[in-house]
Structures are given as C-alpha cells and as structure tokens.
C-alpha cells in the first residue's frame, strides 16, 4: 500500500525477499524449538512436574498467558527453554563470508571464503554441575557463576550485528506456546514410537517426535 501511494521505495521483489526471510528464518525456527521442548517434557516428566508446579502458581487459573510480562516470572520454564535450545539449536550451523580479509586471532581468512560456524559446540564444552550431554535445566539456575558461564558459550540466536533479530518475539512466542502445553496437558512419550533424530534441513529438526497430549485433570 505504501509502495502505491509512492512512500516506500521497495521493489515487489525485495518485499518478496523480505517476506520469504522472516517466514524462513522465523516460522521452521520457533515451530522447532517448540517441538525440542515438547520432546524434552515428554521424557523428562520430573522437569514437565516442576514446570507444571510454576505454571500453575504463576498463571492459574488462567488457561495460558495472558500477559507478555508475566513470562518472565517463569524462571523455570525458560531455565527449560534455554537448555532445550542449548543441546538442540536449531540453526546449529551458520554460514558466513567476509566482505575483506580478516584476521581472527592466528587464523588469516581471506575475503569471500565461506566459513561454516558451528554455534552449538561452545555450549557443549563446559558442565557446570552435571555433564555437557545431560539435559539439567538447573545448571541455568544454580547460581550466577553457573548461569553466566553457559550465557558465555551460548548463541542459539547468533551473535554481534547479524544477530537474529526475531529473537524477542521468537522467545515471547516458545514461552506462550510452552506455557500453554504445562497448564492444559501432560506430555507422554508414544510407546514404541522410534527414536527421535535430528534432521538438518535449513533448521535442525526432530524427525520421528510422537508426544502425546493428555488433558490435565
Ligand atoms: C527460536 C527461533 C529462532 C532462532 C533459533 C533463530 C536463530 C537465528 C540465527 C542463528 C540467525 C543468524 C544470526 C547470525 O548470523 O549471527 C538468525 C537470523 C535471522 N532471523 Fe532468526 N531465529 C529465530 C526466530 C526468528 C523469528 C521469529 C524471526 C522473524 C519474525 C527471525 C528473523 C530473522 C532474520 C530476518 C534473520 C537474518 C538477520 C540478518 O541476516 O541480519 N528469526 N536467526
């Protein structure tokens, strides 16, 4: 509409361009790390109680969120949400090419070659109190040391000025929809469902999750 009332000097390509980026960016991402959680609450049900427990003194009896803020009383849940985004980033790998030569610490890249980062390994590399392969949601909650020593390590959103700039709502949108799930349901692994494997298909991905979702009684 801007554009025909001659406001916005964006081409329909670049709108175009512009809207494929935040659906691609932004949909797979935040619909996947919705799923890595779920995949953790189903077999982890002592981490789904203490959700569950939070949840309820925090929002009950409302049926979900309802206030943006009140997200941020949920220490727990989103202790979960960043250990489930640590062990399964989705965007595990970042491509990127420098415009002209760069020296990062003794390593010389030349300009336009293309480098592959792998942003979950710093997070994999320190344990805190239990090992770097356990889901612990704890280890973001006990104690500042602990928590800032994963925050250091710890980019599922990039980092420096490419960082994703979804972050907030991608955040604002798990917190709402994982809210939801521990006040209306139980999570339960699928009996005999096959193992659950990480896909990487522009995100990384569960392929064969199965959850069900019982109503809480
Ligand atoms: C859990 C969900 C999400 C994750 C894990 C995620 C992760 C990332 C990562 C790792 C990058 C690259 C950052 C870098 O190069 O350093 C990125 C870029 C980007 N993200 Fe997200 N993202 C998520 C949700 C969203 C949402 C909801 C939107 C928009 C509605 C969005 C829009 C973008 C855009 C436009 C870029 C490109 C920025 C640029 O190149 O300057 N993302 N995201």
């Given amino acids: 509409m801007a554009q025909q009332e001659g406001e916005a000097p964006l081409t329909d390509d670049e709108v175009l361009a512009n809207v494929f980026t935040i659906l691609l960016a932004g949909q797979d991402t935040t619909a996947s790390t919705i799923a890595w959680v779920a995949y953790f609450m189903a077999s982890h049900p002592e981490v789904q109680r203490k959700m569950q427990e939070e949840i309820d003194t925090v929002i009950a009896p409302a049926a979900m969120l309802e206030d943006f803020d009140a997200g941020d009383a949920l220490t727990y849940l989103n202790a979960v949400i960043n250990e489930t985004m640590r062990l399964k980033s989705v965007t595990p790998v970042l491509a990127v090419e420098p415009n002209y030569d760069v020296q990062v ?56 000025p490419r960082l994703c700039p979804g972050r907030s709502l991608a955040l604002m949108e798990v917190r709402s929809a994982v809210a939801m799930l521990c006040r209306n349901f139980d999570l339960l692994q699928v009996k005999d469902a096959p193992e659950v494997e990480e896909v990487f298909a522009f995100s990384m991905v569960p392929r064969n999750l199965r959850v069900e979702l019982r109503r809480r009684g």
Avoid at 114 to 141: C, H, I, K, M, Y
């Fill in 105 to 160: 610490g003794d390593i010389a890249i030349p300009k336009g070659v293309v480098l592959s980062l792998l942003t979950r390994e710093a997070g994999l590399q320190q344990g805190g109190n239990s090992a770097v392969d356990v889901f612990d949601p704890d280890r973001w909650l006990t104690g500042a040391s602990a928590a800032s020593h994963h925050r250091a390590g710890f980019m599922p959103f990039g980092s420096g």
